[in-house]
């Protein structure tokens, strides 16, 4: 069949598309005219001009014809094909009267109790005077329209007394008035095809008028449209139907009119119910270019359905996707659009079953595409839902390009806005917060002291320190920490307490090695989505190693970050603060050559490499227990960090410490220097502390160098302890359990020796 797409527009295009490609291979001609830049087959033509339409269609043999515009419609083109007995889809010029009087429209729809605003025609010279009286004399906001077609330019809604005066005043000038009453809520467009007597709802979409993100500034004749749309459910669909589109079709056939077409129901769902806006008698623009990409029937059957008057024996499927539009204007659109910019990248927009670009105002010119009308392109992207529909949209509109371009970035926000669902919904879930601060409640109390003013829940945690006056020169020293991509493997294992320990022992001992004692701990726990037991658990472990260590755990907070952490991953921080009498800190200024450093072993990793170790060990399962072991992979990997202030308690009382030396991140190499006063430096004898299996198996397994693997692990020495070769043997004593000397001060510059 050869068909006729009669227009100019974004709509003419998708029309043609959906002829032509839609979901239906087919042979069909699809001929747009006078059509755009996009256009395929394209015929010459005024559309307006009936007998100009008539005799083209003789012409070409045409079998079909869709009219687009409202003009057409205006003109009688319709009612001149009719006559001619060439098939035409769209109403007569008098059923369009729906659309191009508004004063009809709204007799229309009070004769067959149509739910509509309260509105008021004002017809004649004296139109302006009398209706800024009327208007004066309502109690509710107005909105000022001129009656007959004004491409979207016929609406003021003003948001002032003077505005509306202003407006009634201007728009007087170019004919009759209508005033009506200013209606609130949601709106939405539902357009059905239909052929006088059956009717087939379209999926409702939302139009996006304004030219301004947020819905501001001046009315257009569409920037962006998705469909469907929530705010109108299938029951509310169903009641539009009945309360507005039926009444308005029985209504037309009562006065012998068989509308043939799409009928296009503006509705504002208001507190009371779905209210008529207003008709068109066509498809929207842009909401053809949302719709027909959804469309999975053929449109063609469709169309001949509603000319030959068999609509009922039809059933026209849609897609469950989500479509969202998005227009491209060109600048100074709308009131006075700039033509003649090149348009680039349309090669570039990968059209795919989730994308379809269609043209609107443009033209060719020799091998370009110029801009020839207001709304230039018009971009739809399809998905399972409005946010991955407007992603493919707006993904696949950024390649096109021309000066002065205005692209709404804002389609759907509302929707977007009002299906949130709650906090909760957005991964963020107070409920379970509050239920982990109930499990881990009692462990935490347990280690608050008298000293601990108030509890659980105050905005500050506060503790006296009415101990520390016995001091003479009391000093505080405080540490923050993390314990890196150590808590990914927690997460693999399922296992979280000791990350509660890591992260309390690590602080620990950095503030042990200016010999302060632990007063308090703060704790921060951030993760992708709460699960109280998890957290519970961390924070457990956390008040568990608090208590160990004689230190109050003041405090936490917990986050829940969805988006900023991967699904299943958390992050846990914390700040120790300790203190020590001023003529206490170590390190002690006496450091010098010759002095011993004497290491305490380390419990395995205890927080640092793991980012190493996890890629070292991404082939081997967590669960294997590795020759020679008696517990797993994970299990050792997991093996939390130790603090060394019960094991250090006696000898930090005496004074044969010198310095002490935390072997965390950067191993050796890194430590033991922050520690060493200027001459000095460190030779470390490897092998003269016994390797503990896990550094075995990673120096074995990885292949690594020494020198790598010492800057990144402990390799087993969590604590190195500066001493005077003499007091070796009273340190010895102290501490219960082996010491090793693992080397000596040298002189030098503050560098370490790994011999
Ligand atoms: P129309 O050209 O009739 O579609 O009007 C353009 C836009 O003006 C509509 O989409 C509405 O946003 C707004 N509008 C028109 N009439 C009313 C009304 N009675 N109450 C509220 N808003 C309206
Ligand atoms: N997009 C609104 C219309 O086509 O009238």
């Known amino acids: ?89 769209g109403p007569s010029a008098q059923a369009a009267m729906l659309e191009t009087s508004k004063a009809f429209c709204r007799s229309f729809a009070t004769k067959h109790s149509i739910p509509s ?53 201007t728009l007087s000038l170019s004919g009759d ?28 979409a939302r139009d996006h008028k304004c030219i301004g993100e947020g819905d501001t500034g001046a009315n257009t004749g569409g920037m962006g449209v998705y469909a469907p749309t929530a705010a109108c459910p299938s029951d509310m669909v169903d009641r ?21 077409g799409v009928l296009y129901a503006g509705i504002m769902l208001t507190a009371q119910g779905p209210k008529l806006i207003e008709f068109n008698c066509r498809f929207g623009d842009p909401e053809a270019q949302a719709l027909l990409p959804l469309l999975q029937s053929e449109l063609k059957s469709v169309l001949l359905a509603c000319v030959n008057g068999t609509l009922s024996e039809l059933e026209i499927r849609w897609s469950a996707k989500t479509s969202c539009a998005v227009v491209a204007a060109a600048p100074g659109y709308p009131s006075h659009p700039i033509l003649g910019g090149v348009i680039s990248g349309l090669e570039s927009v990968a059209k795919s079953d989730n994308v379809q670009m269609f043209h609107a105002g443009t033209e060719k010119a020799g091998n370009e595409i110029r801009v020839n009308g207001g709304r230039v392109m018009c971009v739809t992207g399809l998905g399972e839902d409005l946010s991955s529909a407007r992603q493919s949209a707006y993904a696949a509109i950024k390649h096109v390009n021309f000066e002065g371009q205005q692209i709404r970035r804002d389609i759907g926000w509302r929707e977007l806005a009002r299906t949130t669902g709650g ?26 002291t008298s000293d601990v003013l108030g509890g659980l829940g105050s905005f500050g945690g506060a503790l006296s320190v009415r101990s520390l006056m016995t001091m003479n020169d009391p000093v505080l020293v405080a540490s923050t920490d993390g314990v890196g991509t150590k808590v990914m493997l927690a997460t693999d294992l399922g296992r979280f307490d000791t990350i509660g320990h890591d992260i309390v022992n690590h602080c620990v001992n950095d503030v042990l090695v200016q010999r302060a004692r632990p007063l308090f701990f703060l704790d921060y726990v951030a993760s992708s989505s709460i699960s109280a037991e998890m957290v519970a658990s961390i924070v457990g472990g956390m008040a568990d190693a608090c208590a160990a260590n004689k230190c109050v755990l003041l405090g936490g907070e917990t986050a829940e970050m969805p988006g900023v952490y991967s699904p299943g991953h958390f992050d846990v921080a914390g700040t120790l603060v300790g203190v020590v009498d001023r003529a206490r800190l170590l390190p002690s200024k006496t450091i010098e050559p010759g002095d011993l450093m004497v290491g305490l072993l380390a419990s395995g990793l205890h927080t640092n490499g793991y980012s190493l170790v996890r890629r070292i060990f991404a082939g081997l399962p967590l669960d294997v227990v590795p020759q020679g072991w008696t517990c797993t992979l994970g299990d050792a990997l997991l093996a939390s960090h130790r603090s060394y202030l019960n094991v250090l308690d006696r000898a930090l009382k005496g004074d044969v410490i010198k310095g002490l030396a935390h072997i965390t991140g950067g191993g050796f190499e890194e430590n033991i220097p922050r520690v060493l006063p200027p001459g000095c430096s460190a030779k470390v004898d490897l092998g003269s502390w016994p390797m503990i299996p896990i550094f075995e198996l990673i120096r074995d397994v990885s292949g690594l160098p020494d020198r790598e693997l010492y800057r990144t692990f402990n390799m087993g020495i969590g604590m190195v302890i500066i001493v005077k070769p003499s007091d070796l043997e009273e340190l010895r004593s102290q501490i219960e359990e082996p010491i090793w000397v693992i080397g000596e001060v040298t002189s030098g510059n503050r560098e370490v020796d790994l011999a």
Not at 240 to 260: H, K, S, T
Request: proline share 6%; net charge negative; glycine share 10%.
């Open 177 to 204: 008035l209508v005033l009506e009453e200013r209606l609130f809520g949601e709106e939405v467009s539902l357009l059905v095809f239909t052929d006088g007597i059956t009717i087939c709802p379209m999926p409702p």
């Open 423 to 448: 906090y909760a919904n957005s991964g963020v879930d107070i409920d379970e917060g509050n239920r982990a601060v109930d499990l881990m409640k009692k462990k935490v109390e347990a280690t608050h």
């Open 240 to 260: 539009i139907v009945q309360e507005i589109i039926q009444p308005a079709i029985d209504g037309l056939r009562a006065m012998g009119i068989a509308y043939v």
């Open 1 to 89: 069949m050869r068909i006729l797409v009669l227009g100019s527009g974004g709509r003419e295009d998708a029309i043609a598309w959906a002829l032509e490609w839609g979901h239906h291979a087919n042979d069909d001609e699809v001929f747009v005219a006078p059509g755009n830049g996009g256009s395929r087959l394209r015929l010459d033509v005024d559309p307006t001009d009936p007998q100009a339409v008539v005799d083209l269609c003789r012409r070409e043999a045409i079998g079909l014809v869709v009219v687009g515009p409202e003009s057409s419609l205006a003109a009688g083109v319709s009612d001149a094909l009719r006559e001619a007995s060439i098939p035409v889809f």
């Open 117 to 169: 605003p309260v509105s008021e025609v004002f017809v004649g010279p004296q139109a302006a005077e009398k209706a800024l009286l009327w208007a004066d004399q309502q109690s509710f906001e107005i909105v000022v329209k001129a009656d007959g077609l004004a491409a979207g330019k016929g609406v003021v809604v003003p948001s002032s007394v003077d505005e509306r005066n202003a407006a009634i005043k």
